[in-house]
């Protein structure tokens, strides 16, 4: 499967995003899709994962209350809208696919990247 991220872009704090990941090669729906990022200097980590049905959400606590994933079998793409945004957000996001649920949290568990976009929030 191939996943394009797009979306990024310079913003404010308190400023709102939405990024999206475009699939294809591979039906969306029958994935858990997740959103990671990386922050310069850092390791990467899981920022938000959504079921195949989309009926189950997960979230790190970091965004949680701020962000929310949402997918669209139909297109094939999955979002990420970034309300409330904080400079600490600011990172290379990457949207991921796995075939099942398990360890959705866990970088290694994915076997489909993007290529990331990059988020720059300034205070």
């Known amino acids: 499967v191939q996943l394009q991220a797009s979306g990024g872009g310079l913003v404010q704090a308190g400023d709102s995003l939405r990024l999206s990941c475009a699939a294809s090669?591979?039906?969306?729906?029958?994935?858990?899709m997740g959103w990671f990022r990386q922050a310069p200097g850092k390791e990467r980590e899981f920022v938000a994962a959504?079921?195949?049905?989309?009926?189950?959400?997960y979230y790190s606590d970091s965004v949680k209350g701020r962000f929310t994933i949402s997918r669209d079998n139909a297109k094939n793409t999955v979002d990420l809208q970034m309300n409330s945004l904080k400079p600490e957000d600011t990172a290379v996001y990457y949207c991921?696919?796995?075939?099942?649920?398990?360890?959705?949290?866990?970088?290694?568990?994915?076997?489909?990247w993007g290529q990331g976009t990059l988020v720059t929030v300034s205070s």
């Open positions: 090669g591979r039906i969306v729906s029958s994935t858990t």
């Open positions: 959504i079921w195949p049905g989309g009926g189950m959400a």
């Open positions: 991921a696919a796995k075939e099942n649920t398990y360890y959705y949290w866990t970088i290694s568990a994915y076997d489909s």
